[in-house]
Nanobody, 122 residues
């Protein structure tokens, strides 16, 4: 399964970006997630969504600022990021979960995209 993430870029603090991940038909019955990794840090959980899009999970650091959604007809999962902060700067990865729901841990995912860089300037 190939995952293609896009939408990263450079934005000022307080701004918004929308990431999108094209996941392919094999992901339609699986949960999906977004993780991020900044230099010298472990890859960390950001958000996840179940296969139907009815249940979502968020890291405390992004809750109420980020919104995950999916479109199974298009096999895409998006991450709307609002009120961005410099500490949100990282490479963002989308992933396909092992099960029909998302997970907060990396071990809950089996396919990973190549990542897209998000840089938030102060």
């Amino acid at each position: 399964v190939q995952l293609q993430a896009s939408g990263g870029g450079l934005v000022q603090a307080g701004g918004s970006l929308r990431l999108s991940c094209a996941a392919g038909r094999t992901s339609s019955n699986n949960g999906m997630g977004w993780f991020r990794q900044s230099p010298l840090k472990e890859r960390e959980f950001v958000a996840a969504i179940d296969w139907r899009g009815g249940s979502t999970l968020y890291a405390d650091s992004v809750k109420d600022r980020f919104t995950i959604s999916r479109n199974n007809a298009k096999n895409t999962v998006d991450l709307q990021m609002d009120r961005l902060k410099p500490e949100d700067t990282a490479v963002y990865y989308c992933a396909v979960a092992l099960k029909s729901y998302g997970s907060r841990v990396r071990e809950g995912y089996r396919y990973w995209g190549q990542g897209t860089q998000v840089t938030v300037s102060s």
